[in-house]
C-alpha cells in the first residue's frame, strides 16, 4: 500500500461517509471501503481514471473539483479527502473552505516545497527543485500552488481552522520531527 | 467471433375490455399488445434480468439477427455473448413501446372499435405510459425485480421513469444521453419534424393506411433527426465538402454534396420501416416529459434507492451533459448512489449507438458490482 494511502487509513474511523476530490483510478476510496467499512465517493477530472473507478466498484463524478463541490448538502461527508490535489485547483481557499462545509473534517496531503533536499536545490544548484514529493519539471507539472508545511498551518491559522492532526513522511516513512525540514509529504486532519 | 445468434419476437397482450389501460391522460387504451424479445436465461432467483428501453425510432429487435436479415438488431454491439450486456450471465428483454409500429400497439394497429387502423384515434400517451405497459411485461416475466435498466436517448428517460414509479423494483440504471425533461429545443426540433410530416398532403390527417404514404414528410423529418444526432465535427469527418457522383458543383438543385444524398438516401428509406403517425406520438410523448413535474427534480427522486451510472458525450449538443449534471446534483441531494460520465468523442447524440469500447467497459464493470451486491 502507499505510504499517503496507509497514513490517510489511519485517520479515518471505521463506517465514515468519504469524498475524496481529485481520486484518481479510486485506490484509495476502494481501501476505505473495504478495510473501513467507509461509504465512498469521489470526484475526477480524468475521463481514464473514471473507467478505472466504475471496474473497482467506486462511486465516482466526472468534472472538476473547483464546481464539483456544489452538489452536496452541509456537512454530507464525515471526511472530505484532498490527497495531493488541493496544489492542482485553480481556487484552493474556496476548495478548502467547500470542503469543510460539505465535510465534518477535511484531509489535506500536500507536497512540501520546502524541505531541505529542495532548499539545497535552490541555494546550490540554483534551480526549481525537483524532489520526491515534487517530481516535475516546470514546464511539465501539474502543480498551480507552492507551499510548505509550515505556508499550510499559517493558512489554517488565519481562518481558525483547527489541525487535529499532522502527519509528515518521507520515501523512508513518518518523520517524527521537524516536519517542514525533513518531510515530502505532509497530510492534516483539519476541521472548522 | 461466435456464430450469429438468432431470435424472433414475442408478443404479449393485456388490458383486455373491460381492464384496459389506463394512460395518464385519463383515456383507456386495450387491448395492449406488447412485441418483446428476450436474450440469455432467467435464473432461478430471476434476479438476472436486464430491462433494455429503445429511443424513438427504435424496437424490440436490440440484438441477435432474424432470419434473413441483412443487420443484427440496434444495440447488437452491446448485447451478446461476452459483451456489455452478457448474455452469458444476464437475462436481457427489450419490448417494443406503447406507440410504436414494430409490433406493439400503436396508431397503426388495429382500433377494434372501428375494425380499422386508429390512426388520430389512438390515444396520446407519454413516456409514463409507455413504461406502465413495459412493467406490465415484466410482471408477466415473473420478475420482481430488476438488475439493471438500461437504454440511451428516449430509453434513458424511460430508466429513469421506471426508477422514480417503481424504486423498490430496480437495483440499478444506467441511462445514456438523456435528459429529465425536453428543453425548448428539443420540443422545437420535434415539431418541424411533426410539421413536414403533417403538412404532406399523403398524411391525410393520419388516415394514410392501405394508401399512398406521406413519404416526402417522414423524409424531411428523418432528415432534421438525422442532423441532430450527429455533430458539426462528425459531420465535417464524415462527409466534408465531398461531392457525390460528380466531378464538380452542377449549377443546379439537384444535389451535389454527399452529405445531402445521405440525408435523401436516410430520409427516403425512413417511410419504408416507420410509421408516420407513430412518429408523431412519440415524439409527442417526448416533448411532454418532465420528470420534475412540479419544477422540482430533487424531491422527485425521495425514496430512490437505485445505484445510477449516467453517461454522457461531450459532442452531444442534442441532450447536452449539463441536463445529466442536473439529474446527478438531484440524486446527490437525496444520498442515491450515482456515477457519471462524460465520453469524449464526435459521434454526437449518436454516440450511445456507435461510440462502444468505452460504453461496453463501463457497462461490463458496473454490472458486475451491480451483480455481485445483489448476491453478496
Not at chain 2, 133 to 162: E, F, N, P, V, Y
Not at chain 2, 230 to 241: P, Q, V
Not at chain 2, 315 to 326: A, E, G, I, R, V
Not at chain 2, 365 to 375: E, G, H
Request: charged fraction near 25%; aromatic fraction near 10%.
Amino acid at each position: 500500500m502507499r505510504n499517503d494511502h496507509k497514513y490517510i487509513l489511519e485517520m479515518i474511523e471505521p463506517n465514515s461517509r468519504v469524498l475524496d476530490l481529485g481520486c484518481g483510478n479510486g485506490e484509495l476510496l476502494s481501501l476505505l471501503m473495504a478495510q473501513r467499512n467507509c461509504r465512498a465517493a469521489g470526484i475526477e477530472i480524468d475521463e481514464k481514471e473514471i473507467y478505472k473507478c466504475v471496474e473497482r466498484g467506486v462511486s465516482v463524478s466526472h468534472g472538476d473539483i473547483d464546481s464539483g463541490l456544489s452538489d452536496y448538502a452541509d456537512k454530507t461527508f464525515d471526511y472530505v479527502i484532498l490527497n495531493e490535489s488541493l496544489q492542482e485547483v485553480l481556487n484552493p481557499e474556496k476548495v478548502i473552505a467547500e470542503a469543510l462545509r460539505v465535510g465534518k473534517k477535511a484531509i489535506v496531503g500536500i507536497p512540501n516545497f520546502c524541505n531541505l533536499n529542495a532548499r539545497l536545490q535552490i541555494f546550490f544548484l540554483g534551480r526549481v527543485p525537483v524532489t520526491e514529493g515534487l517530481p516535475y519539471k516546470w514546464y511539465n507539472t501539474p502543480n498551480l500552488r507552492f507551499l510548505s508545511i509550515k505556508d499550510f498551518r499559517d493558512f489554517c491559522l488565519e481562518r481558525s481552522i483547527v489541525i487535529e492532526n499532522e502527519c509528515a513522511f518521507g520515501a523512508g516513512g513518518k518523520i517524527p520531527f521537524a516536519h517542514n525540514l525533513l518531510s515530502d509529504i505532509a497530510i492534516f486532519l483539519i476541521r472548522k | 467471433m461466435s456464430d450469429p445468434q438468432f431470435v424472433e419476437t414475442q408478443h404479449f397482450t393485456f388490458a383486455d375490455p373491460p381492464n384496459e389501460l389506463v394512460l395518464k391522460s385519463g383515456v383507456k387504451l386495450g387491448p395492449v399488445t406488447m412485441a418483446y424479445e428476450t436474450y440469455g436465461t432467467l435464473n432461478a432467483a430471476k434476479s438476472n434480468a436486464i430491462l433494455i428501453f429503445h429511443a424513438l425510432t427504435g424496437d424490440a429487435h436490440a440484438a441477435f439477427w432474424h432470419k434473413g436479415d441483412k443487420a443484427p438488431g440496434w444495440w447488437d454491439p452491446m448485447i451478446g455473448p461476452g459483451k456489455a450486456f452478457d448474455t452469458d450471465k444476464y437475462f436481457v428483454i427489450c419490448a417494443n413501446i406503447i406507440g410504436g409500429c414494430k409490433g406493439s400497439t400503436g396508431p397503426s394497429s388495429i382500433n377494434p372499435a372501428t375494425g380499422k387502423p386508429y390512426g388520430l384515434r389512438f390515444p396520446v400517451i407519454t413516456i409514463e405510459d409507455m413504461v406502465v405497459a413495459q412493467k406490465r411485461l415484466i410482471d408477466h416475466l415473473g420478475i420482481k425485480k430488476l438488475l439493471c435498466a438500461s437504454g440511451g436517448s428516449m430509453g434513458g428517460l424511460m430508466a429513469l421513469k421506471w426508477a422514480v414509479l417503481y424504486p423498490d423494483t430496480l437495483h440499478s440504471a444506467i441511462p445514456i444521453a438523456t435528459n429529465y425533461k425536453h428543453t425548448a429545443q428539443q420540443i422545437a426540433l420535434h415539431e418541424v419534424a411533426r410539421q413536414a410530416i403533417m403538412s404532406d398532403p399523403h398524411w391525410n390527417k393520419g388516415d394514410y393506411y392501405g394508401g399512398e404514404l406521406p413519404a416526402q414528410g417522414m423524409a424531411v423529418s428523418r432528415m432534421i433527426g438525422h442532423i441532430t444526432y450527429m455533430s458539426e465535427r462528425s459531420m465535417e469527418e464524415k462527409f466534408g465538402r465531398k461531392l457525390q457522383g460528380k466531378e464538380k458543383l452542377g449549377y443546379d438543385f439537384s444535389h451535389d454534396f454527399e452529405v445531402e444524398s445521405y440525408l435523401k438516401y436516410r430520409g427516403a428509406s425512413f417511410v419504408q420501416r416507420f410509421d408516420a403517425n407513430s412518429y408523431l406520438y412519440i415524439s409527442k410523448a417526448l416533448d411532454y416529459f418532465d420528470l420534475s413535474e412540479d419544477g422540482d427534480l430533487v424531491k422527485v427522486f425521495k425514496g430512490v434507492k437505485t445505484k445510477f451510472l449516467i453517461v454522457t458525450f461531450t459532442s452531444d449538443w442534442l441532450y447536452p451533459s449539463y441536463q445529466s449534471k442536473d439529474i446527478v446534483r438531484a440524486m446527490k441531494a437525496n444520498d442515491i448512489d450515482v456515477s457519471f460520465i462524460e465520453i469524449d468523442t464526435s459521434y454526437g447524440h449518436d454516440s450511445f449507438l456507435v461510440e462502444i469500447n468505452g460504453q461496453s467497459k463501463l457497462v461490463r464493470d458496473f454490472l458486475n458490482n451491480a451483480a455481485q451486491s445483489v448476491t453478496s
